[in-house]
């Protein structure tokens, strides 16, 4: 099938990209694991996450970083940078 197709990995979808946009980190607390802090700036709703815990929209915390933070969307890795 298509999905499966080799080659370069696409630009996000539409539907990882839009999430990704309307999604704030607004800080990250060290630790282990660290913790983000991500505001979903449609719903106002701020979310405290570590890896491993989804946040809105069918996003996974993939890895919290000194200074982002890896989400996954479907097997798409979305950047939140501060």
Do not use: C, H
């Not at 106002?44 to 915390?61: D, H, I, L, N």
């Amino acid at each position: 099938s298509e999905a499966t197709s080799a080659g370069p990995r696409p630009a996000p979808s539409g539907s990882a990209a839009l999430l990704a946009s309307r999604l704030i980190l607004l800080g990250i607390i060290a630790g282990n694991p660290g913790q983000a802090i991500i505001e979903d700036s449609q719903t106002k709703k701020t979310y405290f996450v570590s890896p491993g815990q989804a946040v809105v929209g069918g996003a996974v915390v993939d890895q919290v970083q000194d200074n982002r933070v890896i989400l996954d969307v479907q097997g798409e890795k979305i950047e939140l940078t501060m």
